[in-house]
C-alpha cells in the first residue's frame, strides 16, 4: 500500500485517495489550500532565500530583480498571515525590519532540494546529445 506523509505526520493512504472519492476530496481541498499559501510569482522564491537565513526587506528586494517593493511587501504580509514567515521589527531609529521563516516553513525545505534536484535532472535531461564523428 503506498502511503505519505502529510503535513500533521499524518499518513495518506494514495490508494484511499485514487479509490474513495470522499478520501480524494478531502485531500484536494488540503492540498489546494497549501498550493495556495506558497502560489504566486515570487512566494516560493521569497521563501527559499529566508530558507538560508534571515534577511532585511532590502536584502530580499535586491535579491529578486524585477519584483516591485508593493509587491514584495504583498507578498511578505500575505506569507506572514499564513504563519510561514515571521517578521521582527526592532526599535531603532530608523527602524529595522527582519524576516526569518517559521517552523512550518522550515519544513519546505526538503521540497525546495528535491527541487532543485528535479530542475537539474530535468535540464540534463533536456540537453542535446553531443555529435557523434
Known sequence: ???????????IDIN????????AKVVQAQFRRAVGMISGRWKLEILWLLSQG???????????????????TAQLRALEKDGLIKRTI????????????????????PIFVEIVRWAEEHEAALAPEPARD
Open 1 to 11: 500500500m503506498l502511503h505519505a506523509e502529510s503535513c500533521d505526520g499524518a499518513m
Open 16 to 23: 484511499a485517495v485514487r479509490t474513495d472519492p470522499a478520501i
Open 54 to 72: 534571515t534577511h532585511r526587506f532590502g536584502e530580499l528586494k535586491r535579491s529578486l530583480p524585477g519584483i516591485t517593493q508593493h509587491m514584495l
Open 90 to 109: 526592532y526599535a531603532e531609529v530608523p527602524p529595522r525590519v527582519e524576516y526569518e521563516i517559521t517552523p512550518a516553513a522550515r519544513r519546505l525545505r
